[in-house]
């Protein structure tokens, strides 16, 4: 099947803008929203179900075809927009279960917390299938009168002065839209708004690339190995091994009969190490105390996908006349938790639309309501209090391996039955973690993290 | 299942015959390149090079996964997203 991909040997030239002249729009709209993801979904429908008339434009040939990687939704923020989301929306698993593996190559120091409080309403995560969340979004946003259009990319967007009034769609699509507020939801690697000049290109740094593999295995299997109940799930965070040295993380999500295994680290530290992104799954699978869970399991897919992890300092400008930029493409993501802040922001960019089309003014002025509600929700305020910590992993770029490793030295050493007496062993101990790491570099590493612990 | 050919099979790509949209700007700056990161950060291998002949390196651009990861270690490299439609389709999450 590849074999003929591997024949366009020589790189073609292919001049980058065949010259047509877009044909005129037939109509105009009250808004368009880029990218049918959770973010542009969300402001769609918040637009359409206040009035407006929305187009919602998406270059895959369905919702979510374009993403991969993860994941769960954090349920309280999701029941707030949509009250009891999970009737309509397809979960996964209800997680009961989440946990840290704290890793080194031949151990795991684990801390867990598993609750049938988090089984029962307005419990707390799901894991959940990309196609299904996006396709419900969508599905909401058509219901409330948004028209969605799929295979349509949008190539530029259109100024007037500096006024957003319109886009060009992909030049074999021949056509392009006008409307009076442009959303930019075109997730993180998101070229519109830098193509525009209105935001600064991304630094290798604050965009992480992760890789994912999706195991197939049958439900109670899964039940079986992770300690679940029928139906429920676990999340498990993986920290140290996984990313070889690194400061980067990865993950473990239970779906019905799958299961994720996601790891990733910032590009800049990609491309420093040399290390090829899928040589880090491949080292997670061979692990051990991993491997056992693998068993028997079949790779549906693979895939690889970037997250914006420069944290607060790293949002640009947000508001433009006659523009918004919401979701992962106006880095709105804190830890590896998107969803919830996507939708929101889409949430609060429809409302500074609706205001902006009652009073028929769309400049930067009226739309920067969509800032201030931003900065007045848990997306700006939880994003502010961790930015801190997005620092601090690079002044302290072993962090994540090097104290993973201590862990679990020490939970070795503290596990192992020794012939000596217990003061004797914890003076052990001490030396043993002592000659890894200095304890005067300890104690200026646990300084550091203390500093910005929120 | 280590081998990176075989994480490609299981994708579904609908190949865009008409538009490459990964690129590289000018070979003679790849030649001048040392340490080649495009090689080893790529996730599907979209850029390939013998080591021990002075060819050009090569953007298998059917195979991308539009992760945009490449367009950020490298100034020679144009990168935009394959005509709507085409490209890469995740069907697993
Ligand atoms: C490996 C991984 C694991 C993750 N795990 C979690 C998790 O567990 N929980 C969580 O909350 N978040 C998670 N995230 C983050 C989450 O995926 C994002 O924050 C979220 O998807 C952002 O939503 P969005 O709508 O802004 O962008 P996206 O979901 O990226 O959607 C953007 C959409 O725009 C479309 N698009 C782009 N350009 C154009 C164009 N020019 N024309 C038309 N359409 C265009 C794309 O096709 C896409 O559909 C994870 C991310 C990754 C990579
Ligand atoms: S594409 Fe960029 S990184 Fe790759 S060899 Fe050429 S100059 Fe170097
Ligand atoms: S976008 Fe990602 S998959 Fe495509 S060529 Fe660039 S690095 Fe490779």
């Given amino acids: 099947m590849l074999r003929h991909w591997y024949e366009c040997k020589k790189p073609v030239k292919i001049s980058k803008k065949p010259l047509t002249n877009p044909t005129e729009p037939i109509k105009k709209y009250d808004a368009i929203v880029v990218g049918a993801g959770p973010a542009g979904a969300t402001a769609a429908y918040f637009m359409a179900k206040s009035g407006l008339d929305v187009l919602l434009l998406e270059r895959g040939p369905y919702p979510g075809a374009k993403n991969c990687g993860g994941a769960s939704l954090i349920a ?19 997680v009961t279960q989440q946990a840290y593996w704290l890793m080194t190559e031949d151990s795991i120091l684990s801390s867990s917390f598993q609750s049938m409080k988090l089984a029962a309403a307005p419990f707390n995560r799901f894991t959940v299938k990309r196609r299904n969340l996006y396709k419900w979004l969508c599905d909401k946003a058509m219901n409330a009168g948004a028209t969605l259009l799929l295979n349509h990319q949008v190539d530029d967007v259109i100024f007037e002065d500096s006024q ?8 074999q699509l021949n056509c392009r839209f006008l409307a009076d507020i442009i959303v930019l939801a075109d997730g993180a690697n998101s070229l519109l708004a830098e193509q525009a000049g209105l935001v600064p290109q991304v630094s290798p740094q604050d965009l992480s690339l992760y890789v994912k593999e999706t195991i197939a295995l049958p439900a109670q299997v899964i039940e079986d190995r992770f300690n679940l109940p029928p139906g429920y799930g676990s999340i498990i965070g993986l920290v140290g091994y996984p990313t070889a040295g690194f400061n980067g993380t990865g993950s473990i999500h239970t779906f019905k009969e799958s299961i994720n295994i996601n790891v990733g680290m910032p590009v800049a530290d990609f491309a420093k190490s040399g290390i090829k992104p899928y040589e ?15 068993a028997g399991g079949v790779t549906l897919e693979y895939g690889s996908s970037v997250i914006p992890e420069g944290g607060y300092h790293a949002i640009p400008e947000l508001v433009h006349p006659g523009l918004l ?11 590896t938790h998107g969803f919830n802040l996507s939708m929101w922001s889409g949430f609060f960019a429809s409302q500074a639309a609706y205001q902006a089309k009652i009073s028929r003014d769309f400049s930067k002025k009226k739309l920067s309501l969509y800032q201030t509600l931003l900065n007045e929700s848990f997306v700006i305020q939880d994003l502010k209090a961790n930015a801190k910590m997005a620092g601090l992993q690079q002044r302290v770029p072993y962090l994540f391996n090097l104290y993973s490793q201590l862990a679990n030295e020490t939970a070795y050493h503290m596990s192992k039955v020794y012939t000596m007496p217990k003061r004797a062993k914890r003076v052990f101990i001490f030396k043993k973690i002592t000659s890894i790491q200095p304890l005067t570099k300890i104690a200026s590493d646990v300084w550091k993290v203390l500093k910005v612990i929120p | 299942m280590t081998n990176l050919a ?11 015959e008409h ?15 040392r340490d080649k990161p495009c090689l080893t950060l790529c996730p599907s291998g979209v850029f390939t090079w013998n080591l021990h002949k002075s060819e050009p390196v090569l953007v298998l651009y ?3 996964i539009e992760c945009g990861a490449c367009r950020l270690i490298c100034d020679n490299i144009n990168f935009s997203y394959p005509c709507g439609g085409c490209g890469v389709n995740f069907i697993e999450g």
């Fill in chain 1, 76 to 94: 309280e923020h999701t029941h707030k927009l949509f009250p009891n989301f999970w009737d309509e929306c397809e979960c996964e698993r209800i």
């Fill in chain 1, 164 to 171: 957003a009034i319109g886009v060009n769609m992909a030049p």
């Fill in chain 1, 280 to 294: 880090l799954l491949d080292r997670i699978k061979k692990h051990p105390l991993i491997k056992p869970l693998l």
């Fill in chain 1, 325 to 335: 930029i919401v979701g992962d493409a106006a880095s709105l993501v804190n830890g």
């Fill in chain 2, 6 to 16: 075989d994480y490609l099979t299981l994708l579904h790509f609908t190949p865009d």
């Fill in chain 2, 19 to 33: 538009w490459q949209h990964v690129l590289i700007t000018d070979q003679s700056i790849c030649q001048q390149c």
């Fill in chain 2, 62 to 64: 059917k195979q991308c």
